[in-house]
């Protein structure tokens, strides 16, 4: 087994689908102690998404067989409104989904909460791993409350991703193996 990562967005931006935008999106690519933060409106519920893209993944080899995908992040509420939470979601392609959000709620103010989605089938290809831009692998951060009046920031310490891999033995005639026995 080996392993690609943490990996961390060399392009992180911001997908405007709420009513506000992050400020220092830029921090989201290293586990340090600055924060990619956002104001939130304070008289209505919101569910706002932030991506983050360019992991830098190219030295993942071509034929790797991927084993698992962990992604990571680390989030955190200001005030606490009616059931503030967080998530994040893996995209390949731009727009499809792998695995399932990993999302919860945050029980305390300024309390950093980890979400980490763990992907062990369903894996996009190699080259979709490895695909930048918009229509590459992206994360997607999302913060979400219920209506209320508490102002608050919502902050996103950092993004990561850590692929496990195989490779196939070759033989000396290039000829993979697989499977095992005598011949």
């Not at 919860?104 to 300024?110: K, L, P, R």
């Not at 791993?129 to 209320?148: A, E, H, M, Q």
């Not at 000396?172 to 005598?182: D, K, L, N, R, T």
């Amino acid at each position: 087994m080996a392993s690609i990562g943490p990996a961390y967005p060399a392009s992180p931006y911001v997908t405007v689908s709420g009513a506000h935008l992050v400020n220092t999106v830029a921090n989201l690519a290293a586990d340090d102690t600055s924060y990619a933060t956002s104001n939130a409106s304070t008289t209505r519920s919101e569910n706002v998404s932030t991506y983050a893209r360019d992991f830098g993944l190219s030295g993942l080899p071509n034929d790797a067989i991927v084993s698992q995908i962990v992604v990571e992040a680390v989030g955190s509420v200001s005030a606490l409104p009616t059931s503030p939470g967080g998530g994040i979601q893996l995209y390949h392609s731009g727009t499809t989904a792998v695995g399932s959000e990993a999302a919860g709620t945050y029980a305390a103010a300024n309390t950093d909460y980890t979400r980490t989605q763990t992907i062990n089938s369903g894996f996009p290809t190699v080259a979709q791993l490895k695909t930048t831009g918009d229509s590459g692998l992206l994360v997607r951060l999302r913060n979400y409350t219920g209506n209320s009046s508490t102002s608050r920031i919502w902050s996103w310490e950092f993004v990561r991703i850590t692929i496990t891999y195989t490779q196939p033995v070759l033989f000396s005639g290039g000829a993979p193996f697989i499977g095992g026995g005598f011949f």
